[in-house]
């Protein structure tokens, strides 16, 4: 029990990353990071608070959004639309936040609200399965616990939907193509970890673990499978105990099918450095994952290893990198 209650207060707390980390000179300095011109891979981001759609590497033109705070933005697999929070109340407890779900499209049209902003609600994404539907994590009134809601593009506020029991905590990371969702969950039965959760709206979804060797030795968090589900990245710290900074980030096998996370091998901040490493998001192609290190967005090549810084404001907090066409 002890381990579920930090590791619950650790996803919240991570949620909206209040986290102000110096970024290490000595990670900058590394050969094997340069700075990148155009590199031709389109994405959105938060940029002071305001959400860009861009091209790594080149500097940004007019937001998408301003006058608010605007959180992790995701890209549909299809109909370039973007869903996204906005906090509405801040609070230096996290999971204290108020906050709004919304969805606009790329091009700056047909933006709306999901939620009636009066929730806690965190990291929205899409699914997969060529419906669409918006999901997103949803805090427990009383406690510090979440579980996941859907509605759809177009929909109101009050016409989400819970796709599990708020009576126990559920975090929904990322989707697959056949309709499952990669979630973390203390679930009353099976107990705690990462799970496959084949959805039932009009029932009881149903779980199935994830076979994973590092996750028996820590947290792994902000999971996402790549484009053809063979890949998994995600932040990673060793232990159960809550850690702001010095995560590592990994790229691992991922079989959709036992289900199991193999051959988990790091890409990003294996010596730890007390920086805020996270948010790794895979391209449409798999040739490239984008991440933040505060205050910074970095993109690795998966083929030859390197690292480019993307960014272009070394004055800006960039975070909560993704590419087009690919929810996180």
Known sequence: MKRFNA?????????GACLTASPSVASEEKS??????????????????????????????????????????????TGNMLIFFRRLKRDPVVTNWITQTCIINVDGSGFHQL???????????????????????????????????????????????ALTDKSYHTWAYTCLMDGRILVQSAHPEQGWGYFLMFPNPEGEPRFERIDCELA????????????????????YQKGFQYKDAGRTLYVADFDADKPAITNAKPFANEEGANRWFAYPRWNQDETAIVYHASPSLYLYNVKDGTTAKVSTDDGADYRYPHCEGTPK
Request: glycine share 10%; hydrophobic share 30%.
């Open 216 to 235: 028996r030795k820590g947290l792994l968090d902000r999971v996402s499978v790549s484009p053809s589900e063979k890949q998994v990245c995600f932040e």
């Open 7 to 15: 590791i619950v207060v650790a996803t919240a707390l991570l949620v």
């Open 115 to 161: 939620t009636d902003g009066t929730h806690t609600d965190f990291n929205p994404t899409w699914t997969r399965d060529g419906s669409n539907t918006p999901i997103w994590n949803r805090k427990h009134p009383e406690k510090v616990s979440f579980y996941v809601m859907a509605s759809k593009v177009g929909g109101r506020p009050g016409q989400e939907i």
């Open 32 to 77: 094997d990071i340069w700075k990148a011109a155009r590199t031709g891979i389109r994405g959105s981001y938060f940029k002071n608070g305001e959400i860009h759609v861009n091209e790594y590497g080149a500097p940004e033109g007019k937001p998408l959004t301003s006058g608010h705070q605007d959180f992790k933005p995701s890209w549909s697999k």
